[in-house]
């Protein structure tokens, strides 16, 4: 399979990853060392949340598949109210939160590759899911958004020297502490992702 003609989509779980498995009809063709669903151009991998597993999927995305390209896609939190649940972002810089730069002790800051005529935000990208308004707020100050994969993904694509694309929709807010409540908006809004993805994003990368 010529490497052109290959899209590596990495996603955190399989609740996300749902409609875009149905809808574009891939069939599963591995379960270890990670989930993966393909057709004949597309590889879906399911990484598991955070960092580490971000990193690996994506690794093995690269190594494995020799993707044009790796998408990654799925749910965030939003830093404050100004963005509503269901709202989606191409991200143009990834700040990672919680681990600083020896030296300077400032965050590591990632800038995952752009196309262009999306609402772009900044992300941030930390191990641990941040659910407290304050902390929030705090992070408000340098991201619009908060996830656990993003910036992982980033640095390992740059590894590959793979290009690099990520779409986030909005999942929960600073009203959102409960675990119940992000699932449930997750499936609210995880077609209508798909369908953005399918109707807006893949055109676009298919005349790169």
């Not at 599963?28 to 597993?53: M, T, W």
């Not at 300077?104 to 990208?125: V, W």
Request: one cysteine or more; hydrophobic letters at 40%.
């Amino acid at each position: 399979m010529e490497k052109y003609t290959v899209t590596a989509i990495v996603m955190a779980t399989m609740l996300e990853a749902k409609p875009f498995v149905l809808g574009m009809s891939l069939t599963q063709s591995r379960k270890k060392p990670f989930a993966v669903f393909q057709n004949d151009n597309i590889f879906l991998i399911i990484s598991g949340i955070g960092k580490a597993n971000a990193a690996m999927a994506t690794g093995y995305s690269c190594d494995k598949y020799h993707p044009a390209w790796v998408c990654n896609l799925g749910a965030a939190g939003a830093t404050d109210f100004s963005h509503p649940l269901g709202e989606i972002f191409h991200i143009n810089k990834i700040i990672e939160y919680d681990r600083h730069k020896l030296t300077t002790k400032r965050p590591y800051i990632h800038h995952p590759d752009i196309l262009n005529g999306f609402h772009t935000a900044k992300l941030s990208t930390s191990d641990m899911a941040v659910l407290d308004p304050d902390e929030r707020k705090k992070i408000s100050m340098n991201a619009d958004l908060i996830d656990m994969e993003g910036a992982s993904v980033a640095q390992a694509c740059r590894k590959f020297n793979t290009k690099c694309f990520i779409f986030k929709f909005v999942s929960d807010t600073p009203d959102h502490a409960r675990d119940e409540d992000i699932v449930e908006n997750i499936r609210r809004n995880r077609s209508f992702f798909y369908e953005f993805f399918i109707r807006s994003v893949m055109p676009v990368l298919q005349m790169l």
